[in-house]
């Protein structure tokens, strides 16, 4: 059987000149695909097969979690990207991380900085923590903000594949090019409930 996938919400090559369309390809059908099977193949005729994803990655540990926390947290990622991303958020976000960060810029520069400091593989974020303030934190390997009880906003990938065949070592251009051009402002907005 082939596992779904949630669908991308672009085509592969719509985040082109910044992400290839056969980097979202390879990221999307094989790497996050593998995560999907291997999770699958991991609570089938379990207690939590055909429980919704979030329930799986906050219910589970080890190589499950990592599988289902990995499916969990591309699909945040799709949607943390979009073709008409970048630039300048709507008022009313950039008032809100004004107020928390100084500015818009400084905001994406303390994601940047989180973004390049993770150290291997891994994931930067910026969320709203239990306590309700705004923080960018970065996480490693597959582990993410749901299992803290914080509510991720927006994410970046900064596994080398979501960006090896398009910037080899660079993992700084890839980083610039996705809070220039591709991070989705609206979602974040969403999220926000703004
Ligand atoms: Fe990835």
């Known amino acids: 059987m082939k596992l779904r996938l949630r669908p991308l919400p672009y085509e592969y090559g719509a985040l082109e000149p910044h992400i290839s369309a056969t980097t979202i390809e390879t990221h999307y059908e094989k790497h996050h695909r593998a995560y999907l099977e291997k999770m699958h193949d991991a609570i089938a005729g379990g207690p939590l097969e055909g429980k919704p994803l979030r329930d799986v990655v906050l219910a589970s540990s080890g190589d499950l979690f990592n599988n289902a926390a990995q499916v969990w947290n591309h699909d945040f990622y799709w949607c943390s990207l979009s073709p008409e991303g970048g630039g300048t958020p709507a008022a009313a976000l950039a008032k809100v991380l004004g107020a928390r960060f100084g500015s818009v810029d400084a ?4 994601l940047a900085t989180a973004a390049a400091n993770e150290f291997g593989s891994g994931w930067a974020w910026l969320i709203k923590a239990s306590d309700g303030d705004l923080k960018v934190i970065a996480t490693t390997d597959a582990e993410n903000p749901l299992k803290a009880g914080h509510t991720p ?3 970046i990938d900064v ?3 979501a960006y090896y065949l398009d910037y080899r070592n660079e993992r700084a251009k890839y980083i610039a ?3 220039d051009h591709l991070i989705n402002w609206e979602f974040v ?3 926000l409930g703004i």
Do not use: D, P, Q, R
């Open 107 to 110: 905001f994406k520069k303390e």
């Open 153 to 155: 906003l927006v994410t």
């Open 177 to 179: 090019a996705y809070l």
């Open 189 to 191: 907005g969403e999220n």
């Open 159 to 161: 596994w080398e594949h």
